[in-house]
Structure formats: structure tokens, C-alpha cells
């Protein structure tokens, strides 16, 4: 029931930049924690940031300072603007989002993935 469509991957260099968007419909309550895993080839999947009611935002040390996630809650959106790319931020990203923190964490809905190359 709950679909969550994502876009905005692709191919970019080093110190490129990309916005990824994800938009989350089916749902029938408000989906107040929506956040960002990526999977790099070879590696477990990995929580990005996330942002609660569409205002508190965390992010991991891997991206912090370089990605800024937003949302607007009452329409179920999710954005992550990633500046300065990485090589090692090469992966599939995936939205996800669940009524809470928790249920995001441990059970949300999945986007479908989104490739992101960064190239060297």
C-alpha cells in the first residue's frame, strides 16, 4: 500500500552535487520520521540522516556538513541535498520512513533505491 518514489541519482564527479527527492503516498497516517540509508557494493546498509516532523534533522559523520536532509511532513517529502561527493559515497540510496523514529529504524517503508555514482 505505502509506496515511497524516489529521484534525483545519477552520475556526478568528486565535489559534484546531487538532490535526491522521495515522495511517500498510501500511507494513512502522517510518516513523521523519514530519513536516507545508502549501500555501498560490499557493504551493509547504512543510516544517511533523517528528520523528524519535517524539523529535527541528524546526520552521520560521514556526511555531516556535506548533506542537509528536509521535508515537508504533511505531504510525506523528503529531500537530501548532498554537496562536495565523495567517491565512498558511491552507492544505492534508499528512502525510508515510518510513523516514528523507532518503526523507521527498525521497520519502515523502503523506497525502491536510487543509484548514486561518484566518480574519482
Known amino acids: 500500500q505505502v509506496q515511497l518514489v524516489e529521484s534525483g541519482g545519477g552520475l556526478v564527479q568528486a565535489g559534484g552535487s546531487l538532490r535526491l527527492s522521495c515522495a511517500a503516498s498510501g500511507s494513512r497516517f502522517p510518516l513523521n520520521a523519514m530519513g536516507w540509508y545508502r549501500q555501498a557494493p560490499g557493504k551493509q546498509r547504512e543510516l544517511v540522516a533523517y528528520i523528524l516532523s519535517g524539523r529535527v534533522t541528524n546526520y552521520s559523520d560521514s556526511v555531516a556538513g556535506r548533506f542537509t536532509i528536509s521535508g515537508e511532513s504533511a505531504k510525506n517529502t523528503v529531500y537530501l541535498q548532498m554537496n562536495n561527493l565523495k567517491p565512498e559515497d558511491t552507492g544505492v540510496y534508499y528512502c525510508?520512513?515510518?510513523?516514528?523514529?523507532?518503526?523507521?529504524?527498525?521497520?519502515?517503508?523502503w523506497g525502491q533505491g536510487t543509484q548514486v555514482t561518484v566518480s574519482s
Open positions: 525510508a520512513a515510518g510513523i516514528n523514529r523507532q518503526t523507521m529504524g527498525s521497520n519502515p517503508y
